[in-house]
């Protein structure tokens, strides 16, 4: 996953994919898929599929896309940028692992003008 680029206050769909060794993740016959973010200020954030109101989907799995759509316009703030973030993938209820394996991919919020 490369570096984001956003406008603070967005709430449009950010589209990702998980990548291993620069190919997709096929994530065909997973539990589901979460997201975790943190901000420079330390608040974290935790996304998941299987949410009442979910923010993160699958797009399509046999290549590893995912979304996040941001619920609200006060998830990015350019005061709180950068944002770090990873996504588990849940192969059961009880097996993970983490995208990317090492360190975090990075969201950073420009200033909306």
């Given at each position: 996953?490369?570096?984001?680029?956003?406008?603070?206050?967005?709430?449009?769909?950010?589209?990702?994919?998980?990548?291993?060794?620069?190919v997709g993740i096929n994530l065909s016959g997973i539990d589901h898929v979460s997201m975790y973010m943190i901000d420079s200020a330390g608040k974290t954030y935790r996304y998941s599929e299987d949410d009442s109101s979910p923010a993160?989907?699958?797009?399509?799995?046999?290549?590893?896309?995912?979304?996040?759509?941001?619920?609200?316009?006060?998830?990015?703030?350019?005061?709180?940028?950068?944002?770090?973030?990873?996504?588990?993938?849940?192969?059961?209820?009880?097996?993970?692992?983490?995208?990317?394996?090492?360190?975090?991919?990075?969201?950073?919020?420009?200033?909306?003008?």
């Open positions: 996953m490369e570096k984001i680029v956003i406008k603070e206050k967005t709430t449009s769909n950010l589209d990702m994919q998980l990548l291993a060794d620069s993160v989907s699958i797009t399509a799995a046999n290549t590893g896309n995912v979304r996040f759509i941001p619920p609200d316009e006060n998830v990015f703030r350019y005061q709180n940028s950068p944002y770090k973030l990873q996504w588990v993938v849940w192969e059961t209820l009880t097996k993970k692992y983490y995208v990317p394996e090492q360190g975090w991919a990075e969201i950073e919020v420009e200033k909306e003008y």
